[in-house]
């Protein structure tokens, strides 16, 4: 397995686009922007997205594990960019957002984490309310 000792992002400029990567064992992350948009934001674009999956897969970031939960990813990605327009680049609420998303309402209340059991219960509790 190929692995990669650095954690930091690299940027670099190819056909008047700013590329923004990041290689993680056998998975590579890129960013990209026009050659108007600053480094800074694409390179907090991408570290969000990076730690946001890691929190998902629990660090456990590789291939096999993307695969699997490519669609948690893919809401990762839906929760930071819409339209080309940055929403958010905090992983933490990145995450927050993709797991009570992704839940499955009728998963028993110890087999989810606590904001997970929180959202279940303010739905259970609006349902309630307004019928």
Do not use: W
Request: net charge negative.
């Amino acid at each position: 397995m190929k692995t990669n000792a650095r954690t930091e992002a690299e940027i670099t400029m190819f056909d008047n686009y700013i590329i923004v990567y990041k290689f993680i064992q056998d998975l590579h992350f890129f960013v990209t922007g026009g050659d108007d948009e600053n480094e800074l934001i694409l390179s907090a674009v991408l570290q969000g997205f990076f730690d946001s999956v890691a929190l998902l897969l629990r660090n456990n970031v590789d291939k096999r594990e993307a695969l699997e939960n490519l669609d948690l990813i893919f809401l990762c990605l839906d929760e930071i960019v819409e339209r080309g327009m940055i929403l958010e680049t905090d992983a933490n609420v990145i995450a927050g957002k993709v797991a009570v998303n992704s839940m499955d309402p009728a998963a028993p209340l110890s087999e989810q984490t606590i904001s997970q059991a929180l959202a279940t219960a303010r739905e259970h509790l609006t349902r309630t309310l307004f019928q």
